[in-house]
């Protein structure tokens, strides 16, 4: 589905230059929930651009359906890190959904359906004529939610949504998350630093090297599909992989591609 | 609380509004009329004088010889100003590369006092109403540009890499993210031109004309029409103030979003 291949990436050039990413190469599934993690400062967002077509990467490729991305796709929605930046302030919640789909030429008709649907989906339904500045912070976050969601991509791109809310407002949105992957089938790449996220949220958890980044390690997280802010969180086997990642990421940050150690 | 106690309360609230407004004007002007009484000067009239004449000189068929053409060159040569303004504006704050190759150039016409273009225009144009716009429109479209210029170079890029993962482009890229980014600095740049081109207004109105407000009081003038000529003045005064209540009315609306915004951070 999404093929990730080789991918490097050097910003600048001569003596100034910075090897961001290295060597990446891994695959997303058709309708999987995978979640990225690493050290900080190790290139997560280099990645999430070149994976969005944002950025042009320096070698490798990346493919989505079999299709090499040169720009952004029109399959593929994103939502960053610093959501009071990436919504139009001067657009109410309606208007910051809907523009995108006007550029999709849809007809009001499904336009409208659309914006109900997903507003609804992130309970937001009798916000949609305020103004983003009028909401709170994990609220607005719903609201770039809501804006991918009515997009119906494919794949779904997230960098550190929750990295800026509040603890209580986060265990909100990624249960809100795990349900809208189920209910749209998207293919869902989750980029966050925080470890405990990464494993309640995945089917499968990516681990990066300290950069320049290469792809540490690759756990598969065989947690029940149901899964419950307080019963998952206490059941051994997260316990288990989350200290599994964590060992993971302090391989990574002594050095690159250094040898796993057995699962537990 | 009853409805009347509402109203009388909001009233009241009012009446300290206006009476905080009109405090000093009816203090200046008191002072003002002292003096003059006192002075005896033949220059200063007093404010009843200025107040009859006032009435007499412009409320006749001054008004549409003199004062609506001036009005409305000032609104043709503002307007043109901020076409000008916004599109160049927007132009060389998209391209980094044209805009290191013009701003030298700008910054070079920027220094030069719009007034002393008058006699040069004069030769060029002529003397008539494109003159007295050139005159304006040179002098207004500095801030417009300049500001236009910093809007939109402050485009945040977080937005602007949204408006490329969903596909907005063209126009809609343009009017909804460009525009609407830069609105804040292209309202202040507007703001300052307004000002401006009451100046340059009359400025172009004092050479070699013969009819219009900055006419009028230079001739005033030179004829000892003295409270006439402090009329004009006044009459100047009144139309700045019109004119940015009004432009006060049309920004608040436009940057209502802006205000919004800043009121939330501060709240923080």
């Known amino acids: 589905?999404?093929?990730?291949?080789?991918?490097?990436?050097?910003?600048g050039g001569g003596e100034r230059e910075v090897e961001a990413v290295r060597d990446l190469t891994f695959r997303?599934?058709?309708?999987?929930?995978?979640?990225?993690?690493?050290?900080?400062?190790?290139?997560?967002?280099?990645?999430?651009?070149?994976?969005?077509?944002?950025?042009r990467p320096t070698a490798g490729s990346v493919s989505l359906a079999g299709h090499a991305i040169s720009g952004p796709p029109r399959d593929m929605a994103v939502v960053f890190q610093e959501y009071g930046r990436s919504l139009f302030s001067w657009l109410t919640v309606r208007g910051n959904v809907e523009l995108p789909l006007k550029e999709k030429k849809l007809g009001k008709g499904r336009r409208d359906s659309l914006v109900n649907e997903a507003l609804q989906a992130v309970g937001l339904a009798d916000s949609a004529e305020s103004y983003p500045w009028q909401l709170s912070g994990g609220m607005q976050q719903r609201v770039a939610i809501a804006r991918a969601i009515a997009y119906e991509p494919r794949v779904l791109l997230m960098d550190e949504p929750f990295a800026a809310v509040d603890a209580q407002t986060r265990a909100d949105l990624e249960d809100l998350?795990?349900?809208?992957?189920?209910?749209?089938?998207?293919?869902?790449?989750?980029?966050?630093h925080d470890i405990d996220e990464a494993v309640y949220l995945g089917q499968r958890v990516l681990v990066l090297s300290s950069s320049p980044t290469v792809v540490q390690d690759d756990i598969a997280v065989d947690l029940p599909d149901e899964r419950d802010q307080l019963s998952t969180r206490s059941d051994q086997r997260f316990t288990?992989?989350?200290?599994?990642?964590?060992?993971?990421?302090?391989?990574?940050?002594?050095?690159?591609?250094?040898?796993?150690?057995?699962?537990? | 609380m009853t409805m009347a106690n509402t109203v009388a309360r909001a009233a009241r609230r009012g009446g300290v509004r206006v009476a905080e407004i009109l405090l000093l004007p009816v203090v200046l002007i008191a002072l003002w009329w002292g003096y003059s009484v006192v002075s005896a000067s033949y220059y200063t009239a007093t404010p009843g004088e200025i107040a009859t004449t006032f009435g007499e000189v412009w409320f006749s068929e001054r008004f549409m010889v003199d004062v609506v053409p001036s009005?409305?060159?000032?609104?043709?040569?503002?307007?043109?100003?901020?076409?000008?303004?916004?599109?160049?504006?927007?132009?060389?704050?998209?391209?980094?590369?044209?805009?290191?190759t013009v701003e030298p150039v700008l910054?070079?016409?920027?220094?030069?006092?719009?007034?002393?273009?008058?006699?040069?225009?004069m030769l060029l144009i002529g003397v008539n109403t494109p003159m007295k716009v050139a005159v304006i429109v040179s002098g207004c479209v500095w801030p417009v540009l300049l500001n236009t210029i910093e809007g939109v170079r402050g485009v945040d890029p977080v937005l602007a890499d949204t408006c490329r993962c969903y596909g907005v482009r063209g126009r809609r890229w343009?009017?909804?993210?460009?525009l609407r980014s830069a609105s804040p600095q292209i309202m202040a740049g507007l703001r300052q031109a307004l000002a401006i081109a009451i100046i340059l207004m009359v400025i172009s109105e004092m050479f070699a004309t013969t009819s219009g407000l900055g006419f009028s009081i230079v001739q005033f003038q030179r004829s000892f029409a003295i409270p006439e000529m402090w009329s004009g003045i006044v009459l100047l005064g009144l139309l700045g103030v019109t004119l940015s209540i009004m432009f006060a009315w049309v920004e608040r609306r436009v940057l209502r979003w802006y205000h919004g915004v800043r009121a939330a951070a501060r709240d923080e």
């Open chain 1, 1 to 11: 589905m999404l093929d990730v291949n080789g991918l490097q990436k050097i910003y």
């Open chain 2, 107 to 121: 910054e070079f016409f920027r220094a030069i006092p719009p007034p002393v273009l008058v006699p040069l225009l």
């Open chain 2, 71 to 100: 009005v409305g060159l000032l609104l043709a040569g503002f307007a043109l100003a901020a076409v000008l303004g916004t599109t160049l504006g927007v132009v060389l704050g998209l391209s980094p590369n044209t805009r290191a």
């Open chain 1, 240 to 264: 288990a992989l989350r200290s599994l990642v964590y060992t993971e990421i302090q391989n990574a940050k002594n050095g690159p591609a250094a040898p796993s150690p057995a699962a537990p």
């Open chain 2, 174 to 178: 343009l009017t909804t993210l460009v």
């Open chain 1, 28 to 55: 997303l599934e058709e309708g999987e929930l995978s979640c990225l993690v690493g050290p900080s400062g190790c290139g997560k967002t280099t990645l999430l651009k070149c994976v969005a077509g944002l950025l």
């Open chain 1, 177 to 192: 998350i795990r349900g809208l992957w189920k209910r749209f089938a998207m293919t869902v790449l989750f980029i966050t």
